[in-house]
């Protein structure tokens, strides 16, 4: 599962790099441009772009401001280009956990399990309830 978050956040600050990048380009903006006016070395910023380290949110915002876009678009365009490369995150295991309990809510229903458990038996339950007075 790790591989699979390291995967998806790599390609994510991927793909928000080149989100940003669009959208300075579509508004009419260079990179070096838009660098120079939030004070960033043209090459820190290209790099940002590039997720050679991924860019800083605050510095995503910022770009946003200076072109006149809004940052949960970008992010969530971003964000909608991994779940198509990757699908989306969790299905199969959602899936799996729903079918699991639709399984265990057809037996229970159909009175093949004694849902009684240990605890409702269990003579020292009361006892096992109090808080500790130590």
Known sequence: MANEIDTRAQLFGKYLGAELKGAIRSRGYSQAEIADRLGHARSSFANWLNAKPSIPVEVAEKICLCIGVELKEIVGRAHQRVNEEMGAYGTERMSEQQSVLEQLTRVIG?????????????????????????
Request: charged share 40%; aromatic share 8%.
């Open 110 to 134: 159909n009175g093949r399990l004694n849902y009684t458990t240990a605890a409702y038996r269990d003579e020292n339950k009361k006892r096992e309830m109090e808080t500790p007075t130590d």
